[in-house]
């Protein structure tokens, strides 16, 4: 295995991609917004749409040549298909505030974060939420239902054929799993969905070989084998299972936090940390936060490169921005977002909305009970006011993968090895100018009144 076609499924993007694994190269071949339809019976996402994007790159990659297809998604997400592998329903999308109708009678039969570490999330984000309230709102075609399917097996059986479940996106705060057992939590067993959810496969077996109507649409060689495929924050975790202890940061949409080989901390389900199950099936203590999108939004969509000027204006002016635009999720829920020393415009918004970010990493990282150097992967990775607050207010070294994902190199490894070393990462160590760490000690006690 050298040539790996992957399809990655973002919540705001899809792409497909071929990663070499003799050099670690990774080429984009096409990307596409993932669009939400708000038409229909309750917003979902264009799962035909992505199936055509999906074809289409998918032939790029065949005219490359690869070896195999692996597949990697995001989380929150399942896909409810009939006896003959079509829609039973449309695939709903995780911000629908549809299951919050049912909260009441869905906490009464969901499991304790005890046995699944899977808090109460708001809206859909327990996928065990999403079938219960899609099962009681619309009874009649949940009824069809034959196989209901993580979004990332979604994917491998549109491919293969082969229906499977996996633990990655079983343990991504569904409710559906317990992590400590590796097993499907008593949820499945007290609604009857036990029939329901295919065997469970690892996330690097193959499942089979690409459908002949697929090697025929994409000119993919017949017998190019189709891996089960992996929850995308647990493909950015792949490249370092095998340097715990250390914390790695995937992020995208959302900032993952993920300690292996951490100090044993109590997990407090009430701040957003939750334990997921990486590619070998081992429970791995997790904080998160909307990282990206509250980026996105407090810059206006607006990314730009802030100065040295710029750090320093806001460093010195004690410029912060404190949590959360997003109070229902990350480690300081209720609070709401605001300035303290002004709001800053231009490349001081840059500086402290990094700052902001990074303050809340380090957060996250303690209370994932974090050790070791830190791996940040994704959109954050380049950014680099970003890394150095990150390594003075956790002081220590800070890797940056410098934009890359993380997520297509992970979803590869998968087939096989990388044959050599990839692209040195950004080595950033804790800054010791007292103007760096007083701001930290100053975040820490201005958000501890916020």
Sequence with gaps: MRRIAVLDIGKTNAKVLVVDLATGAEEVLARTPNAVVRGGLYPHHDLDALWGFALAGL?????????????????????????????????LDYE??????????????RPGFAETGSPRLPVGLNVGAQVFWLSRAHPAEFARVRHVLMLAQYWSFRLSGVAASEATSLGCHTDLWNPWAGRFSSLVGRMGWEGLFPPVRKAADVLGPVLPEVAEATGLAVGTPVLCGIHDSNASLVPHLAEAPCGVLSTGTWMIVMALGGRPVELDASRDVLVNVNALGQPVPTARFMGGREMDEIMGGRIVEPSPEDLRAVLEGRVMAMPSLHPDTGPFPGKRFGWIGGEPEGGARMAAASFYAAMMGAECLDLAGAEGPVIVEGAFGGNLAFLRMLAT??????????????????????????????????????????????????????????
């Design 59 to 91: 032939k790029l990659a065949a005219a490359r040549g690869v070896d195999a297809v692996s597949i990697t998604t995001h989380g929150a997400a399942c896909v409810l298909v009939d006896e003959a592998g079509a829609l039973a329903l449309p695939m």
């Design 96 to 109: 629908h505030d549809g299951p919050d109708t049912l909260a009441a009678e869905y906490g009464a039969v």
């Design 393 to 450: 207010a956790t002081g220590r070294v800070v890797r940056g993968s410098g934009q890359g994902a993380g997520t297509g190199l992970g979803a590869a490894l998968l087939a096989g090895p990388l044959q050599a070393k990839g692209p040195a990462a950004v080595e950033v160590l804790p800054e010791r100018d007292a103007v760096w760490t007083c701001y930290v000690g100053a975040w820490r006690e201005a958000v501890a009144h916020w």
